[in-house]
Structure formats: structure tokens, C-alpha cells
């Protein structure tokens, strides 16, 4: 009999999965339940859409004919809300029970909200949606004082958001720079000075207290620990996600901060897998539990899902993730996890040109390139093929890396 499958979530997890499920068993019945209201659109590009610089058109990956070309059922505004593993079922919250074989969750995570007063008033938008993206898009392109709050790499976008609108921002940072995590100064430095050319400045050693509102309730300021104000008709925050689990209480899916997974995406739960930004999986290149955010890694994720759901259960996910900042007229890449390193090495080759490499346990786990990115494949490489070049970071960090002058691979990476 033709197994039935059920994804929950039309990101590029889950979407992913669905036409892999699709190519490896096209006998199975494949139900997509997603609670927005429009099918897989490019949520990387959405930022290009809030700055005003790309149109909507281009934005979205597929029409509901992808879907019923495939026979995939896809359910739009749909909301999944409890999941009976022993007896395979998925509720909605229009009430329907959806039964399943095998289930995947790819229901990624929802923007934390600033836990402070006004941390929800109106024009503090978060930012995850294409419709999050309209809202921004227009507030944006009216407001001329900005506030962005969350030094990382969603928080930058909210900037250049502002900056594309000439929307004159602070960019409120708790350190003393940008993803401090994975910069030093010197890396953090030329992002500033990108910042700035953009209209946008950079505050140090500073946080939100609280916003000020009108009496409509609009923000008008948010006011720093040391009580000074930023006057901000638009505040963008973005400072990590809560995963969307809820529907998975009282199950025997573990969800730690994400839920946890195998090499192959499987659950603690029978016939459960996960994929995505939700899980926190076991990454067989660091040999430990880790979580990723990157549409790349998802994509992946769900792929290797799929085909494990279809029964052959041998695909592992072995992937080197990596991010791209496109805001500047420089290039910014990071690569593998630059913040976990024990190790660092560094160097700067001219001006706005600069790359650092994170090192622990003897291997390279992951790094960041600004203003040259043309060796990102070798080092993603490196890293894949565990190569053991702790003691190399000299090698590692000229101009052109010689991958053939390196310690070899001691393990098969392409073997799974
Ligand atoms: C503004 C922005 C810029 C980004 N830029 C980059 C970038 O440059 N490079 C990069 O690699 N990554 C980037 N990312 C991150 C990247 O988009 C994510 O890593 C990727 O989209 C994760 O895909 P996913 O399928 O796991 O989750 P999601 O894309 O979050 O999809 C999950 C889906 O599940 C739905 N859902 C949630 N709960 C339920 C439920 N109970 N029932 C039904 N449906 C549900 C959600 O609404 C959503 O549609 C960016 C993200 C954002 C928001």
C-alpha cells in the first residue's frame, strides 16, 4: 500500500523534502500543512524586498501548481496543533486529523520578542515573514529615525533595511562591536564603517530599557540602560528565535532548544523526523549536538530527511553551512560555526580585506571572509574533510590556500 507522508512546514525544509519524498517514492501520498498563506517563497531574499531593491515577483520559489503537478497536497493557512505519535495523526486548528506513515516537522522558529515595556508597540517589527517584510518595507520607507536592536546577522539586515531607506538608524549593540562572537575589532571595524556609509551608526555598550509610545500607541524612542533616547519611528529587532514546538508537548519527540535529531533526522519518536532551523542535530563533522540557521543546511536537512523516510535510512547529513552578508560593496562570508572555536588565527591583507579561522580540537571548525571570499570552497573543504591542520593556520590563512601542501583527510567524506 502507497505510505503516506505529512510535512509540516513549507519552508525551504520542508519543501525540500516534499520534492525529494516525491522523486524517491512517487506512489506515496505527500500532504505540505503550512499555517502561512502563500507557498515557499525565498526567505533570504525577503531582505531585498524590505530594502525596496527587488520586487515580489522573483521572490517566490513556487505557485500551488508546483504542488499539484507533483500531487503533493498542499495545505495554505493551515496551523498544525498537537501531534498523536502513537497513532500518527497531526490535529489542525480548523479541526481536521491528518493521519500519516511517517511524519516530518520543519516548522523553524518565530522572533523573539524584546522581553521589555513597549517591546510589542506598534513599528517594533520583528522579522521572519514576506508579510513581516511588507509591514517593514512600508514603515521603513516612512519613518525617517530608526532604532535596530540584535548584533548579529538578521539584525544587520533590519539596518541596511533602514539605510536603503534613508531612514537615519542607531543600531543599538550590547559589546563593543558587531557579532562580536565571531569578530575581533579589526573584522568588526570595516562592517561599521559599512554601516555608516549606509546612514546607519553604530552605538556601542548599549540596550534597550524600554520604548517610548504616543498615545496612539506608536513607538516614538527607545530609551538605553543609561536613560539616553533614541528617537525611532521604526524599530527593527532581531535578537534569536523561539522554536516552534508547542504542538509537539506531551510526545516522546525531545525538544531541547530546538528539536534533537540524528546524523539521519530521525527523532527520539517513531516514524518522526525533523529538519530545518528547528533541529538541534548530531553534525558528524564536529561529533556533537549543534544548531544551524541557514537556508543551505535546511535545504539539505530535508532532502536527507526525505530519503530516510522513504525507508533507505542511510543518508547523513554531513554539510558545512555557510552565510553571506550582501548589504556592503564588499563581500562577507561566514563559514562552518566561527563561534565556537577554542583557537583563532587572523589576519588582515589590505584594507577592508580580512579573514579569520576558528580552531578547536586540532581542525578547523569554521571562520569568517570579508572583502575576499574566493577561498570559501577550500576551507569549507577542509573543514568537511576534518583535515587535521591545527598547526597550519600559517597555511590556511595565505592569499591562496594549497590544499595538496595540507594534512590529508582521515576520513571518507563522501562516503555517506
Ligand atoms: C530576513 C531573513 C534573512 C535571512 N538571510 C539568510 C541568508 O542570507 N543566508 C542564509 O543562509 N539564511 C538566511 N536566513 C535564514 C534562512 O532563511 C533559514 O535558515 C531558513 O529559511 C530555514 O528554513 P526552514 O524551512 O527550516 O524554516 P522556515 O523557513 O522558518 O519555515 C518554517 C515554516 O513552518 C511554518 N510553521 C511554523 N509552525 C507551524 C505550525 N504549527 N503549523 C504549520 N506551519 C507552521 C512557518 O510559518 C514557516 O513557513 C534568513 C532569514 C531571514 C528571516
Request: proline share 4%; glycine share 10%; hydrophobic share 40%.
Amino acid at each position: 500500500m502507497a505510505r503516506s507522508y505529512v510535512i509540516l512546514g513549507d519552508g525551504i525544509a520542508g519543501s525540500s523534502a516534499a520534492e525529494t519524498l516525491r522523486e524517491e517514492d512517487p506512489e506515496g501520498s505527500i500532504t505540505v500543512v503550512t499555517n502561512e498563506d502563500e507557498p515557499l517563497y525565498n526567505r533570504i531574499l525577503i531582505k531585498e524586498f524590505a530594502k525596496g531593491t527587488m520586487p515580489e515577483a522573483p521572490i517566490q520559489i513556487h505557485d500551488p501548481d508546483w504542488y499539484a503537478d507533483r500531487d503533493i497536497d498542499l495545505r495554505l493557512g493551515t496551523e498544525a496543533t498537537t501531534v498523536d505519535v502513537e497513532g500518527h495523526t497531526v490535529e489542525t486548528a480548523g479541526g481536521d486529523s491528518i493521519s500519516y506513515d511517517r511524519l516530518l516537522v520543519a516548522t523553524g522558529g518565530t522572533p523573539m520578542e524584546l522581553p521589555v515595556e513597549g517591546g510589542t508597540a506598534a513599528g517594533v517589527h520583528y522579522f521572519w515573514t514576506f508579510d513581516d517584510a511588507r509591514r517593514i518595507r512600508a514603515a521603513a520607507g516612512e519613518a525617517e529615525t530608526g532604532v535596530v536592536v540584535g548584533a548579529g546577522l538578521l539584525g544587520i539586515d533590519l539596518a541596511a533595511i533602514c539605510g536603503a531607506h534613508g531612514c537615519a538608524a542607531r543600531y543599538l549593540m550590547r559589546g563593543d562591536r558587531w557579532w562580536r562572537y565571531a569578530l575581533t575589532d579589526a573584522g568588526a571595524s570595516i562592517v561599521h564603517d559599512g554601516l555608516r556609509e549606509k546612514g546607519v551608526t553604530p552605538v556601542f555598550e548599549s540596550g534597550v530599557d524600554h520604548f517610548e509610545t504616543d498615545t496612539s500607541g506608536h513607538v516614538t524612542a527607545a530609551v538605553d540602560s543609561s536613560g539616553q533616547r533614541h528617537p525611532a519611528e521604526f524599530v527593527g529587532v532581531a535578537i534569536g528565535l523561539d522554536f516552534n514546538t508547542d504542538f509537539l508537548a506531551d510526545t516522546p519527540v525531545e525538544c531541547d532548544g530546538g528539536i534533537v535529531v540524528d546524523e539521519r533526522m530521525a527523532t527520539a519518536a517513531p516514524d518522526v523526523y525533523a529538519a530545518g532551523d528547528i533541529t538541534q542535530y548530531y553534525d558528524v563533522i564536529l561529533d556533537e549536538r549543534t544548531q544551524n540557521g541557514t537556508w543551505g543546511s535546511a535545504k539539505e536537512q530535508g532532502a536527507v530527511a526525505a530519503r530516510n523516510m522513504v525507508g533507505e535510512d542511510t543518508a547523513t547529513f554531513r554539510y558545512v553551512p555557510s552565510y553571506s552578508i550582501t548589504h556592503f560593496d564588499f563581500p562577507f562570508l561566514s563559514f562552518g560555526h566561527p563561534t565556537i572555536g577554542e583557537d583563532h588565527a587572523e589576519r588582515t591583507y589590505e584594507e577592508g580585506v580580512w579573514r579569520r579561522l576558528a580552531f578547536r580540537d586540532g581542525r578547523l571548525v569554521g571562520g569568517v571572509l570579508i572583502g575576499d571570499v574566493s577561498q570559501q570552497r577550500v576551507l569549507k573543504t577542509i573543514i568537511r574533510e576534518e583535515r587535521p591542520v591545527g598547526d597550519h593556520a600559517e597555511a590556511l590563512l595565505a592569499e591562496e590556500i594549497d590544499l595538496d601542501a595540507l594534512p590529508e583527510s582521515p576520513v571518507d567524506a563522501t562516503a555517506e
